[in-house]
């Protein structure tokens, strides 16, 4: 087990027919520059980081700001990781902000205009998002229409159903069961003098399994022969994740606890970093942005696929309408407004790229965090709101851009 982590040969007296794994280098700086894709935004977000701290005086990293970043933009980066798997085969989804609003609006009518139990608006909104996405699904996989057009249809029939469903009228309130799906707190479980111990613990656990799952995926690597990080660097890698975990985790055990938001939030991002890394349907997604002809060849079903992807969106975006109208303690018929441009922000600004076949759910969560950041920090400035809209379209158009530098560099035209 230590020769396959090192990355070396089992037996040094034993000579191998092949050289064995090939490492990668243990310069930071150069194995940066090797994968500038996927490294950049997590420089860039650092960066952000420290400047925003710097300028509001440590302000942005107190655990109560941080505390409010995950509840004001975890709607967002639930629509991100539907986003980052239709953009990844190719397509787009501007009708998410819509949909947000309309699931919002079934769940407010049952429960507080007929009195349901808060879980039977959960449960409609779900099912309306399903519905929806089907039947984009359908006049994208089926018929053939593309994506950008059907969507684009959703995005006005959406809104229209959302304002007939609300008759031009807000809803509110929920009562405070389904307010606490985006508002609610786990904290005094475990104790804790002047902190959440309950937070901590979940912190050290995701920690440890973040390890693990690293030195699986590189004992695997080694065993098949592919080219694996040095050990300094892999190393260096855990213990930076660890530190930034815990540090998030000791701010927020500061606060008020663990978000319930943040779990559902967490649980998503696992279920599909499996799903899109370990399965053959998110194989089979990448296979279809990567290049269509081959995956049609391959006897890929390309009509199933596309139509669970728009299927899965659809749920994601229901979710993010339950998170969404649970933090506004209510449903109003212009919710969700620019939500599409966020979600699809956070996918290029993540690494996405524009072409498809590119991109991982752990990208698209830095890119809405990086998104957040500089949103939460504007505003902790004072920034005015017209520039805030400006700064934001400059970092996505630089993403983009960044994209295609990274193409030209590796050749691809």
């Not at 709101?385 to 530098?405: E, P």
């Amino acid at each position: 087990m230590s020769d396959l982590l090192k990355g070396g040969p089992r037996g040094a007296s034993t000579p191998a027919p092949n050289p064995g794994p090939r490492t990668g280098t243990a310069n930071p700086l150069v194995a940066i520059s090797q994968n500038l894709r996927e490294s950049g935004i997590y420089i860039a977000f650092a960066v952000v980081v420290v400047l925003f701290a710097v300028l509001t005086d440590g302000l942005s990293l107190s655990p109560g700001n941080i505390t409010n970043i995950v509840l004001q933009y975890s709607y967002v980066l639930v629509l991100a990781i539907g986003m980052l798997i239709v953009i990844v085969a190719g397509h787009i989804d501007l009708s998410v902000g819509s949909v947000v609003a309309l699931t919002g609006a079934i769940s407010a009518k049952l429960v507080i205009g007929s009195g349901q139990p808060w879980y039977v608006g959960v449960l409609a909104a779900l099912g309306v998002g399903l519905l929806i996405g089907a039947w984009q699904g359908f006049w994208v996989a089926f018929v053939g229409i593309p994506a950008f057009i059907v969507t684009l249809a959703g995005m006005l029939l959406f809104r229209g159903l959302t304002y007939y469903v609300l008759d031009n009228v807000s809803l509110s309130p929920f009562p405070p069961e389904y307010g606490r799906i985006a508002t609610g707190f786990l904290n005094g479980l475990m104790g804790g003098y002047g902190y959440d111990a309950f937070t901590l613990f979940i912190a050290a656990l995701a920690v440890v399994g973040y390890a693990v799952s690293q030195i699986r995926t590189r004992v695997a690597r080694v065993r098949y022969q592919q080219v694996v990080d040095a050990m300094p660097l892999f190393v260096l890698r855990i213990v930076a994740v660890a530190a930034v975990v815990m540090a998030f985790a000791w701010q927020l055990a500061h606060s008020r606890g663990l978000p319930v938001v943040l779990i559902i939030l967490a649980v998503l991002i696992l279920v599909y970093s499996v799903v899109t890394r370990s399965t053959v349907f998110g194989r089979q997604v990448y296979a279809i942005g990567g290049n269509l002809a081959a995956a049609q060849l391959s006897g890929v079903n390309v009509r199933r696929v596309n139509f669970w992807i728009f299927v899965n969106m659809g749920f994601l975006a229901a979710v993010a309408g339950i998170i969404f109208s649970s933090r506004s303690n209510g449903a109003q018929p212009g919710a969700g407004n620019s939500f599409e441009l966020d979600a699809i922000a956070a996918a290029f600004i993540g690494g996405a790229a524009v072409t498809g076949g590119v991109g991982k759910i752990t990208g698209a969560m830095i890119g809405g965090l990086l998104v957040g950041v500089i949103s939460n920090g504007m505003q902790l400035l004072n920034v005015d709101q017209s520039l805030q809209q400006v700064i934001k379209g400059l970092v996505l158009l630089l993403a983009v851009a960044f994209d295609v530098y990274n193409k030209r560099r590796g050749g691809v035209r």
